[in-house]
Structures are given as structure tokens and as C-alpha cells.
């Protein structure tokens, strides 16, 4: 079973919906369930799909170099791809990782136009939770540090 957040679901269909009719591809990844608010019905240590990457940072390096300097890999354990005209499967095209969540129109229906796959394209059971990773903040002593 892969678990993902509703509002991590909503924020990856509006980024579809808002590249649409172009495809778009970023890196997600995990929280462990016991630190969400909401995430009390499962245990503590279970990943859950949580954030996302905002997609074309450093494309002009990307572009250059063919390295994808975004995000080091160790911080993203999934990837969302979006098949504006395509079907609800992984392709050859997509940007591959340990799980990818792929979207198809309509933007609006996660139950219809959104799921989860192996790298191989096998589709994953899908529970989509409600609940919130912790709030984040950045201190004047993180960015000095």
C-alpha cells in the first residue's frame, strides 16, 4: 500500500492542471505517519507521500549539464508525472524513481486520473489520507549555519 496526503494530491493535480497541455515532473517524498497531525491511524514508522519539489528548478544548469541538481536523491523517494493526453500508466518518457504517481485529465478526480506504480508500470494500491506533515520553518540560525 502507498500512502499520500490530500492535500499533496490536490497541490500535484493543480501543478497538471496549470502545465496543461505540456506534461510536468517533480520529485516527491516521505514522511514517516507518526510525525502528521492526522496520520494516527497508522503506524508510526509507515512512509507517507508528503511534499513535493517545485518542478523546473535549475533547468538552465539541467540543460547544461544533464544532472538533476534540484534535489539531491536521497530526499526523493517518489516522482509525479503528468500525461496531459496519455493514459493512467508509466511510459518510457516518464522520470523514473521507487515509486512514481502519474496524473491524466480531468485534473479535478483523483479517484479516476491519479494512481500510484513501480518502476515497471505495476499500478500500486492507493490510499489517499488526510492528514498534514509538521510545519516547517527556516530560523536565522539554519541559514547561517
Known amino acids: 500500500m502507498v ?3 490530500r492535500g499533496l494530491v490536490d497541490i500535484l493535480l493543480d501543478l497538471a492542471r496549470d502545465a496543461d497541455p505540456n506534461g510536468v515532473s517533480t520529485g516527491v517524498s516521505v514522511t514517516p505517519a507518526g510525525e502528521l497531525r492526522g496520520g494516527e491511524g497508522l503506524p ?3 512512509p507517507v507521500f508528503t511534499d513535493f ?3 523546473h528548478v535549475g533547468d ?3 540543460a547544461v549539464f544533464g ?3 534540484s534535489t539531491p536523491a536521497r530526499q526523493s523517494q517518489g516522482r509525479f508525472n503528468s500525461h496531459p493526453v496519455r493514459e493512467l500508466a508509466v511510459t518510457r518518457r516518464d522520470d523514473l524513481a521507487q515509486i512514481i504517481f502519474v496524473a491524466v485529465p480531468p485534473w479535478t478526480d483523483a479517484d479516476d486520473s491519479f494512481g500510484a506504480f513501480t518502476r ?3 499500478r500500486l494500491p492507493l490510499e489517499i489520507i488526510d492528514a498534514e ?3 516547517e520553518s527556516l530560523s536565522s540560525e539554519s541559514v547561517l549555519d
Open 133 to 135: 506533515p509538521p510545519a
Open 67 to 69: 544532472v538533476d541538481l
Open 3 to 5: 500512502y499520500i496526503t
Open 44 to 46: 508510526p514508522e509507515t
Open 53 to 55: 519539489v517545485l518542478p
Open 120 to 122: 515497471r508500470g505495476e
Open 60 to 62: 538552465s544548469v539541467n
